[in-house]
């Protein structure tokens, strides 16, 4: 009775707005979830998807207003000039792209719309059976090449900017040392692992199953690109659930804090949309599972900076683009440690490495990423996005 009291005290409501509200909302966070989503609001195109294909590219419009919200409740002015080099974001392949344009004051998509940059991103979509033998050669070499295409030829550039979030840091790195495109202007890559054995959640996996992976390489047969994929693909539910699993606390957490705050329609919404993309994560096609468990498990290859990608290597000491690598603070699941690793494995003369708040989702999609993650991206990306300031340099 008194937490019930001291909650319609903070709220600063009367007694029977603040049940009114409490219905309200929770009826519609129960029986209609949907109108509470405020996710993928920022309006794109399309700009290649053919049937059948897993992979779409999108080109994100031009922001029509004047200024846009921040999550510390402040305003940002929309910047009226406008980069050279656009900026293609690669996500990984669990998360959905709705992490990148989460909430209007929370949109990294449309924070650097604001700053001034063309936006493009690349969606992978949730994949099907017929899909289960994609592996990392046509996810990393195939599919992304296709994009960069796209982009290229819709922006009228060729020179980009690859920005990945874990696995898509991964891709970003393999496209680029695969490659050899001289026209990867920068990569910026966020709680990419790089080296899986260094801590975290990820690396107590990998160090667990290292020995007996290495017991029945020597002395049986079994090797398990020889199993059939489609027998290995992974269910969007279950990653989703062993993403919150990676932080059980916090995940029961967030739950009484909605359930202490469900007279408030703002907190709700940010609650609800913020569940609706953790648990809508996307499959992971057993070609994938074959190729990161042994490439990033058995062998770490990635920490060597040289992964075979069919008949062809993908060398990190051959990228000499300019790179920018975050790392979550708090990442349980690809600690700053792991996630280094690039800094040294590149050949780039200007490389910067960046330890931000939060954890491996908050450190791309928290309030305090707006600042720490997007800001100094933004402010690192400015003369290294401009074709004249290249020139001079």
């Given at each position: 009775m008194?937490?019930?009291?001291?909650?319609?005290?903070?709220?600063?409501?009367?007694?029977?707005?603040?049940?009114?509200?409490?219905?309200?909302?929770?009826?519609?966070?129960?029986?209609?979830?949907?109108?509470?989503?405020?996710?993928?609001?920022?309006?794109?195109?399309?700009?290649?998807?053919?049937?059948?294909?897993p992979m779409s590219v999108r080109a994100y419009h031009p922001l029509r207003e004047d200024e846009i919200p921040l999550a510390d409740g402040s305003t940002m002015p929309v910047s009226k000039t406008c980069h050279d080099v656009p900026i293609v974001i690669v996500p990984p392949l669990a998360a959905t792209p709705?992490?990148?344009?989460?909430?209007?004051?929370?949109?990294?998509?449309?924070?650097?719309?604001?700053?001034?940059?063309?936006?493009?991103?690349?969606?992978?979509?949730?994949?099907?059976?017929?899909?289960?033998?994609?592996?990392?050669?046509?996810?990393?070499?195939?599919?992304?090449?296709?994009?960069?295409?796209a982009v290229r030829t819709h922006s009228g550039s060729q020179q980009v900017t690859l920005l990945g979030w874990c696995m898509g840091g991964l891709f970003s790195l393999i496209y680029a040392g695969l490659s050899h495109d001289p026209d990867i202007r920068n990569i910026i890559t966020i709680a990419s692992p790089i080296d899986s054995r260094q801590g975290g959640a990820g690396g107590m996996v990998v160090n667990a199953l290292n020995r007996p992976a290495a017991m029945i390489r020597k002395y049986t047969g079994f090797r398990l690109h020889n199993v059939d994929p489609k027998y290995l693909q992974i269910p969007g539910w279950f990653n989703s659930l062993a993403f919150k699993l990676t932080n059980p606390v916090g995940s029961l957490t967030t739950y009484w804090d909605l359930v202490t705050r469900l007279w408030d329609r703002e907190f709700?919404?940010?609650?609800?949309?913020?569940?609706?993309?953790?648990?809508?994560?996307?499959?992971?096609?057993?070609?994938?599972?074959?190729?990161?468990?042994?490439?990033?498990?058995?062998?770490?290859?990635?920490?060597?900076?040289?992964?075979?990608?069919?008949?062809?290597?993908?060398?990190?000491?051959?990228?000499?683009?300019?790179?920018?690598?975050?790392?979550?603070?708090?990442?349980?699941?690809?600690?700053?440690?792991?996630?280094?690793?690039?800094?040294?494995?590149?050949?780039?003369?200007?490389?910067?490495?960046?330890?931000?708040?939060?954890?491996?989702?908050?450190?791309?999609?928290?309030?305090?990423?707006?600042?720490?993650?997007?800001?100094?991206?933004?402010?690192?990306?400015?003369?290294?996005?401009?074709?004249?300031?290249?020139?001079?340099?």
């Open positions: 008194a937490s019930i009291v001291k909650n319609i005290l903070d709220s600063g409501l009367e007694l029977n707005e603040w049940a009114a509200r409490v219905a309200n909302n929770g009826f519609d966070r129960m029986f209609r979830p949907g109108s509470l989503v405020k996710s993928n609001q920022t309006a794109f195109e399309e700009i290649h998807h053919q049937p059948g294909d709705l992490i990148f344009d989460l909430l209007p004051e929370r949109s990294m998509v449309r924070y650097f719309l604001a700053r001034g940059y063309r936006v493009y991103l690349v969606d992978w979509h949730n994949p099907e059976r017929e899909h289960t033998h994609l592996g990392v050669k046509h996810y990393a070499e195939d599919m992304l090449g296709v994009a960069l295409n709700v919404e940010s609650h609800t949309t913020t569940s609706d993309f953790l648990d809508n994560m996307y499959n992971y096609p057993g070609g994938i599972i074959q190729d990161f468990v042994v490439k990033v498990g058995v062998d770490n290859d990635f920490s060597r900076g040289r992964i075979e990608i069919g008949d062809k290597v993908s060398a990190f000491d051959r990228i000499t683009c300019s790179i920018l690598v975050f790392a979550g603070e708090k990442d349980a699941i690809v600690t700053p440690e792991a996630a280094h690793k690039s800094i040294d494995l590149v050949s780039s003369g200007d490389k910067e490495f960046v330890v931000a708040p939060g954890g491996h989702a908050g450190v791309v999609m928290s309030a305090k990423a707006q600042k720490m993650v997007w800001g100094l991206a933004a402010d690192w990306l400015e003369h290294r996005s401009d074709n004249k300031a290249q020139a001079a340099a």
